[in-house]
């Protein structure tokens, strides 16, 4: 194999065990020999090698969530260009399932545990959360956290996030732009760090305007469609006056938008509609939905990077990257009518 690649035997082996840095070229040079020559790593020979299993587990809520199926996606590609085999796992809500899959992939020697999506903010959260990273790190791995704010740089845990306030706070300022002032902002509930964080960007964008937050105007839902169907009816219902409507997730939107039609309302000619995500059904939607362009994909990349960056080095300091979100602009939103 060194002969094909062109390389030494201990470059190769270097490239295949992941215990010492090579260029991405020469990295690239060995896996298209790998491929090439049909070759495998003998797994158990490899765990006894360097004390893991290069296995990158990847653990998520809903797994037909499509923001963290893109994000899924991200990940496995990235685990492939390190020889890493992924892992994906759902723990459907539940905080004891969670807490067997950690300890599971603990046990079997993965590399890292990615975990994705918002967490309570709550300090039981917190310190869950800690525990987990001294676990995997006293094993030689590591935990990442995807999607969610750091809570203490001193702790084992390598971040990578994305900013989350700003986009809504761009989606926000977008409709504010177009002559809306009666936001209904529908979404966030019980302290969930991501729908926190796109609160407060609506709230930032209305006080930008000198608008003060209107609690009527806020409704808790969670992230499902049927959730934006029934903000909508409840707001109906209350006689809540609105323009324009900034929906947590483009799921949610979609929700929203059904049930306006429902209503005998149009988008944008009546209300105007923004979403949050960008995945693909915003793009299928009629009208196309405007949205803030999340980059899930390269989240979940860069949560494998993270987590190999380390390498088994203790010494080094996890990091913690974040990933900026633009406004998509397409056809959801226009001013409101006089």
Not at 27 to 50: S, T
Not at 124 to 129: E, V
Not at 164 to 176: D, R, V
Request: aromatic share 6%; net charge neutral; charged share 20%.
């Amino acid at each position: 194999m060194a002969g094909r690649a062109g390389v030494s035997v201990a470059t190769v082996s270097r490239v295949l065990t992941g215990n010492y840095p090579v260029s991405v070229t020469t990295r690239n040079r060995v896996m298209r020999a790998v491929r090439q020559l049909d070759y495998v790593v003998n797994a158990h020979a490899r765990a006894l090698q360097v004390g893991t299993s290069g296995t990158i587990a990847f653990v998520l809520e809903d797994i037909t969530g499509p923001s963290f199926a893109e994000a899924a996606a991200g990940v496995e590609e990235e685990a492939v260009r390190y020889g890493r085999i992924c892992v994906v796992c759902a723990t459907h809500g539940s905080e004891e399932r969670q807490m067997a899959v950690i300890d599971l992939m603990r046990a079997q020697g993965a590399e890292a545990v990615i975990l994705i999506g918002g967490s309570r903010n709550e300090a039981a959260t917190k310190q869950r959360l800690t525990g987990y990273a001294h676990s995997l790190a006293s094993s030689g791995s590591r935990l990442v956290l995807c999607g969610r704010p750091p809570f203490d740089a001193s702790q084992p845990v390598s971040v990578v996030d994305y900013d989350n306030e700003a986009g809504a706070f761009a989606a926000t300022s977008h409709l504010l732009s177009q002559g809306h002032r009666r936001i209904l902002f529908v979404g966030g509930s019980d302290g969930q760090s991501t729908a926190e964080e796109r609160r407060r960007g609506y709230v930032r964008g209305l006080s930008s305007f000198g608008i003060d937050p209107d609690p009527e105007l806020q409704i808790d839902a969670d992230f499902s469609r049927e959730a934006g169907r029934r903000a909508i009816r409840q707001a109906s219902e209350r006689g809540v006056e609105f323009t324009a409507v900034f929906a947590v997730t483009d799921v949610t939107a979609a929700g929203v938008m059904r049930e306006l039609r429902c209503l005998g309302l149009s988008v944008p000619g009546d209300v105007s509609l923004v979403g949050y995500d960008d995945v693909p059904l915003a793009d299928d939607m009629t009208p196309r939905l405007t949205t803030v362009r999340v980059p899930y994909r390269e989240l979940g990349a860069a949560a494998v990077r993270a987590a190999m960056d380390l390498n088994g080095d203790s010494r080094r300091e996890p990091s913690h990257v974040v990933l900026g979100t633009h406004l998509v602009i397409r056809e959801s939103v226009a001013p409101p009518r006089s």
